[in-house]
């Protein structure tokens, strides 16, 4: 049973525009929430992260929002550049844990 | 060489073959990580090692053999592979077991090896 869900294979955006992905859970001891971006041929890396604490963490252009009772977080890039063509991962732990579990990702890509 | 380091980058093997993949973090972490990723599926957690300890094996079947030396090397021993093994297989590290530090930064990734298993 997949605890962390990606239900877009992948999203296409103008340059310039929001670029919004989206990642719903199942378990509600989650309670730490990571976004991982990935280039073709090199592994994810951190992009941004937020705490259950919270229901909005900002970075930049980069902020992802967490609905707690809708167990729904999502990655909002604005303005959306060419250089953010990748895929997106989303990651969720519970406390105590010392894994990540990942959704199956997000293929963004922004057209000039 | 910085970060996370990862050797082959692409491998084809036969299924009776035996073969090993390198990682190699130069971050001063404590924990690594095997990580698999097959087409169109979440990454999926192999094993956890802190300290040179195996802490997790997320029931990966015995032809998939870790070793972790040293806090800063760690290896995974494939032998009678099949065709199915055939992913991606991405190291990680950390600086401890899921450190929640004010940047959130947690696990580093390595470019990963391509595996293809004839």
């Known amino acids: 049973d997949q605890q962390v869900k990606q239900n877009s294979p992948s999203l296409s955006v103008q340059e310039g525009r929001i670029s919004i992905l989206n990642c719903d859970y199942t378990?509600?001891?989650?309670?730490?929430f990571l976004w991982y971006k990935k280039y073709p041929a090199e592994g994810p890396t951190f992009l941004i992260s937020?705490?259950?604490?919270?229901d909005k963490n900002e970075d930049g252009r980069f902020t992802v929002f967490l609905n707690k009772s809708a167990k729904h977080l999502s990655l909002h890039i604005v303005p959306s550049q060419p250089g953010d063509s990748a895929v997106y991962f989303c990651?969720?732990?519970?406390?105590?844990?010392?894994?990540?579990?990942f959704g199956q990702g997000t293929r963004l890509t922004i057209n000039p | 060489e910085t970060g996370v380091t990862q050797t082959p980058r692409h491998l084809v093997m036969g299924m009776t073959n035996k073969k090993s993949l390198k990682c190699e973090q130069h971050?001063?972490?404590?924990?690594m990580y095997w990580y698999k990723q097959s087409a169109k599926k979440p990454l999926e957690l192999m094993f956890v090692?802190?300290?040179?300890?195996?802490?997790e094996n997320n029931s990966v079947p015995s032809r998939f053999s870790p070793e972790c030396p040293n806090s800063s090397h760690l290896f995974l021993h494939l032998h009678t592979l099949q065709p199915e093994d055939s992913a991606l297989y991405l190291c990680?590290?950390?600086?401890?077991?899921?450190?929640?530090?004010?940047?959130?930064?947690?696990?580093?990734f390595g470019p990963g090896t391509r595996l293809l298993v004839l």
């Open positions: 378990n509600s001891m989650f309670d730490y």
């Open positions: 971050l001063g972490h404590n924990a």
């Open positions: 990680a590290s950390s600086q401890g077991l899921f450190v929640r530090r004010a940047g959130g930064e947690t696990q580093y």
């Open positions: 990651a969720a732990s519970a406390e105590g844990a010392q894994k990540l579990v």
């Open positions: 937020i705490s259950s604490i919270k």
């Open positions: 090692y802190n300290f040179k300890e195996q802490t």
